[in-house]
């Protein structure tokens, strides 16, 4: 299927590794050009040179601290022209409602919730002069099924689906789709280091992760979300907008 993105210009936070540098690596083999952005600059740097050398597109960096309101409205005035914008930056940590102290949850929701919301509204605004364009939201199957050892995550997931909902619910009247991906378990470095934690914490010994690894549904790969983040993105969506779908293998349908 032709997603005809050929042309188009994305802009995707949190594009250096994981889930974000598989949508990246994905819309670039659909033809668009990129703008990344991240906080580790040679990350970013290393993931330009592999993508710009297989695919051929213009791919341009930005290390930036999105969890600054005015780092996202920076980056926004720097990417005017973008068709797409993958929202996908930040990680939140695990714990409790006692575990999880108030500077780590609000440095965590600063990030993915408050980044999420501040690059919105900045890109929104430049798209609606334009009359056009797409916001896909990255969040998280927390947000459906918030567990009490995820508390902040499930929390701050549950508010992105809400802000999808509510922004995209009338975004078409201005030329605009908001819509969201809920990701499960995914093969990533993140998923690595929580279970390693969860290890050190149950066994004493983080060496012992691999034991922890969910069996069923065993977890997906970063490619899995990127191919649907393309699709939400692509005009065969275009009626898609203020929903939230969920791709976990099955988890929070059981």
């Given at each position: 299927?032709?997603?005809?993105?050929?042309?188009?210009?994305?802009?995707?936070?949190?594009?250096?590794?994981?889930?974000?540098?598989?949508?990246?690596?994905v819309?670039?083999s659909e033809?668009?050009?990129?703008?990344?952005?991240?906080?580790?600059?040679?990350?970013?740097?290393?993931?330009?040179?592999?993508i710009?050398?297989?695919?051929?597109v213009?791919?341009?960096?930005?290390?930036?601290?999105?969890?600054?309101?005015?780092?996202?409205?920076?980056?926004a005035?720097?990417?005017?022209?973008i068709?797409?914008?993958?929202?996908n930056?930040?990680?939140?940590?695990?714990?409790?409602?006692?575990?999880?102290?108030?500077?780590?949850w609000r440095?965590?929701?600063?990030?993915?919730?408050?980044?999420?919301?501040?690059?919105?509204?900045?890109?929104?605004?430049?798209?609606?002069?334009r009359?056009?364009?797409?916001?896909?939201?990255?969040?998280g199957a927390?947000?459906?099924?918030?567990?009490?050892d995820?508390?902040a995550?499930?929390?701050?997931?549950?508010?992105?689906?809400?802000?999808?909902?509510?922004?995209?619910?009338?975004?078409?009247?201005?030329?605009?789709?908001?819509?969201?991906?809920?990701?499960?378990?995914?093969?990533?470095?993140?998923?690595?280091?929580?279970?390693?934690?969860?290890?050190?914490?149950?066994?004493?010994?983080?060496?012992?992760?691999?034991?922890?690894?969910?069996?069923?549904?065993?977890?997906?790969?970063?490619?899995?979300?990127?191919?649907?983040?393309?699709?939400?993105?692509?005009?065969?969506?275009?009626?898609?907008?203020?929903?939230?779908?969920?791709?976990?293998?099955?988890?929070?349908?059981?």
């Open positions: 299927m032709d997603l005809q993105l050929r042309g188009k210009t994305a802009l995707v936070t949190g594009g250096s590794k994981g889930i974000g540098r598989a949508c990246a690596e819309l670039a033809g668009c050009a990129l703008h990344l952005a991240a906080r580790g600059e040679e990350a970013l740097r290393q993931t330009k040179e592999m710009a050398a297989r695919y051929g213009a791919v341009t960096i930005h290390p930036v601290d999105l969890s600054r309101g005015d780092d996202a409205r920076a980056l005035a720097q990417c005017l022209e068709d797409i914008l993958v929202n930056a930040g990680a939140i940590p695990r714990g409790d409602l006692w575990r999880v102290e108030e500077a780590q440095e965590a929701w600063d990030l993915k919730v408050f980044g999420y919301i501040n690059l919105s509204r900045a890109v929104y605004a430049n798209m609606r002069s009359g056009k364009g797409v916001i896909v939201h990255v969040i927390a947000g459906e099924r918030p567990l009490v995820y508390i995550g499930g929390a701050g997931n549950a508010a992105l689906m809400a802000f999808t909902k509510a922004l995209g619910g009338r975004s078409l009247r201005d030329g605009i789709r908001v819509v969201a991906v809920n990701p499960g378990l995914i093969k990533t470095a993140r998923l690595e280091s929580l279970l390693k934690s969860l290890a050190q914490s149950r066994f004493g010994d983080a060496a012992r992760w691999p034991e922890l690894m969910p069996k069923e549904p065993a977890p997906g790969e970063p490619e899995d979300i990127a191919h649907f983040v393309a699709f939400l993105a692509s005009e065969r969506a275009r009626f898609a907008t203020g929903t939230v779908v969920t791709v976990d293998g099955g988890y929070t349908a059981t």
